[in-house]
């Protein structure tokens, strides 16, 4: 019953990736859900249906698509080929980036709903204070915006983990490489190995139930302390 | 401040199919624009703070231009320096006191006019300052919002009905820590609302905006108090204005009288000696109409007097009652006057509450509600 070092390293790969997907999206799905909310430009639904798609593509339309970007031969692909001799296509790389692309909608979601919550009045107050639009974002807007984007970034997180479609399109399924804890779960389905997919299942749903059961009870239900 | 204290509105701006032009220049201390919701009042102020900017026009202050569609400038709120105090206070619910104070004050280094140490004392919130805004009254988190566009030293405050959301007796209260800043700093107030107590009581000069423009200006009490403010007074609500003399003093019950005629008027204790005159304002709506006298209710005051006019204006009915001679303007509704069967020379009693009586004194009065303290708070 003892759990195999490649379920671990895949349970290892998951947690690393979906940390490294959210440090790496953070920072532009902040400034895309304020430009969301708070901005109005030509080309901003066109913007939001582009970050949503994700949401509700089929992920292995997404991982398709990323797959014929990312190939050798793709656009994005062949520039990172002839440039620095990388091919990201089935490598941890192509796993980040596809957990990313899935899971940035849902982390924008919860961005874009923090900071519509925030009364423009009290960032226009910060303004006549003597704040520009950064130090307004930074001091105003972000903390009080922190709930919702707490829990962008627990859903987000928490989609990443799980990923499967997207990743196994474009980074394939092998074992200690690209292999996730999802992907490891449909390896060990298809060998018939119960034992492995009830020790996968159970690992799986107990994350994503803390991830849920955390953001439910201490980000939307808990009592204002201001 | 520098000489020129001069404030140039000449601007247009149409807002959500509304159009407000203005044209005027602002010279004096403290200057009032009275008009109801909707006359334009909050546009104005957005476009001089830079949270709004006009179609076309000019905004110039001090012969700095904050606004020029003829050069394209448009300077942002935050390099306007410009003291924005909001109807609802709009303190940030994440920093306490202190810091919501501090927000704003470490831009300017050299030349300060305003101590913060010293405008903690004058709007007296030195105990509040460990707090949190929704710990605090609403009386309380405007006096912390004044101290915090005072704390970063404008020379230009603009001030959007910061007294509304305050009953009369509140209001009473802060109106003499907004004459101890204007006599104490150097700080031109433009001072919008739609009550015209407050705009006696501190203005040195008033305007009258309607439906997005400006309709008259001049000397508060001769404007306000003229046959000409009677259409403003419609809109924003009509205010009863006299002056009356004290007949009566008494601390201890923490009530002044009033005499009307042969009648009394009680009023909330203030620092005035038997003899005095005072400015009073009360509200239209503000009187309760009653065929009987001594009604067992908390109102202190119930004053004879007589119908001498019933006027419908839209869904109210505006009563012109005649009380020892000074002619008194009552709002009821329609079923009101029916229910009681009011119509002309009818005997009725004027029920006031003593705190629903505005002061409209010019000077900056000590009620005396609390002596200075010797605490120290942590700066």
């Known amino acids: ?226 | 401040m520098s000489n020129n204290t001069n404030l140039t509105l000449q601007f247009i701006k149409q807002y959500n199919g509304f159009s407000f032009e203005i044209d005027c220049i602002l010279k004096e201390k403290v200057t009032a624009f009275l008009g109801a919701s909707g006359s334009g009042k909050t546009t104005l102020l957005n476009c001089i703070s830079g949270i709004l900017s006009p179609d076309q026009g000019e905004i110039v202050y001090q012969d700095r231009k904050l606004y020029s569609s003829k050069h394209k400038i448009n300077l942002p709120p935050e390099k306007r320096r410009i003291g924005y105090v909001f109807q609802e206070g709009h303190l940030f619910p994440h920093i306490n006191i202190a810091g919501n104070i501090r927000y704003g004050q470490s831009r300017r280094k050299q030349k300060q006019y305003a101590d913060v140490r010293e405008i903690i004392d004058i709007l007296e919130i030195e105990d509040l300052l460990k707090r949190y805004p929704k710990q605090l009254s609403g009386g309380q988190r405007q006096r912390v919002a004044i101290a915090r566009s005072i704390a970063m030293e404008p020379s230009l405050l603009l001030m959007d009905e910061p007294l509304a959301s305050l009953d009369s007796g509140l209001k009473n209260r802060i109106i003499p820590y907004l004459h101890h800043i204007k006599e104490r700093f150097e700080i031109q107030i433009l001072y919008v609302t739609h009550t015209i107590s407050e705009a006696m009581a501190l203005a040195d000069e008033a305007y009258i905006l309607s439906d997005g423009k400006i309709t008259a200006h001049g000397d508060p009490h001769q404007l306000l108090t003229s046959p000409s403010a009677m259409p403003i007074a419609n809109m924003t609500g009509v205010e009863n204005v006299f002056t009356l003399p004290v007949s009566k003093v008494d601390k201890e019950k923490g009530i002044t009288e009033l005499e009307i005629g042969k009648q009394t008027l009680i009023i909330p204790y203030i620092d005035r000696n038997t003899g005095d005159s005072i400015p009073i304002g009360i509200r239209a709506e503000d009187i309760i109409i009653s065929l009987e006298p001594n009604l067992p209710i908390s109102a202190r005051n119930s004053l004879k007097g007589c119908i001498d006019k019933i006027e419908k204006i839209g869904d109210k009915t505006i009563l012109s009652i005649i009380v020892e001679g000074f002619h008194l303007s009552v709002k009821i509704t329609h079923s009101a006057k029916e229910q009681l069967n009011l119509s002309q020379n009818t005997d009725v009693y004027c029920v006031i509450k003593a705190n629903a009586v505005n002061l409209l004194l010019q000077d900056s009065l000590d009620l005396s509600v609390s002596a200075p303290t010797d605490h120290q708070p942590d700066p």
């Open chain 1, 1 to 226: 019953m003892r759990i195999t070092s490649v379920e671990v390293a895949a349970l290892t790969l998951s947690v690393k990736v979906a940390l490294l997907s959210l440090i790496i999206m953070l920072p532009p799905g902040l400034f895309i859900g304020w430009l969301l909310v708070r901005r109005d430009f030509i080309g901003k639904t066109l913007l939001n249906t582009i970050v949503m798609s994700p949401l509700v593509l089929p992920p292995v339309v997404t991982g398709y698509l990323l797959l014929i970007l990312l190939s050798k031969q793709g656009l994005i692909g062949s520039i990172l080929y002839r440039t620095l001799k990388l091919d990201i296509v089935f490598s941890p790389i192509a796993v980040v980036i596809a957990v990313s692309i899935i899971s940035f909608p849902l982390l924008v979601r919860g961005i874009m709903t923090g900071i519509a919550s925030v009364p423009m009045e009290l960032e226009n107050a910060a303004r006549t204070l003597g704040s520009n639009p950064f130090k307004v974002f930074l001091t105003i807007t972000l903390p009080l915006a922190y709930k919702g984007i707490l829990g962008g970034v627990i859903l987000g997180f928490t989609k990443s983990l799980g990923e499967f479609g997207a990743t196994y399109m474009v980074a394939g399924n092998i074992p200690g490489k690209t292999q996730t804890i999802a992907l490891s779960i449909f390896d060990a389905v298809q060998l018939g190995n119960d034992i492995a997919v009830f020790r996968l299942v159970l690992i799986s749903t107990i994350i994503a139930f803390i991830a849920i059961w955390v953001t439910e009870r201490y980000i939307y239900h808990h009592n204002d302390v201001y």
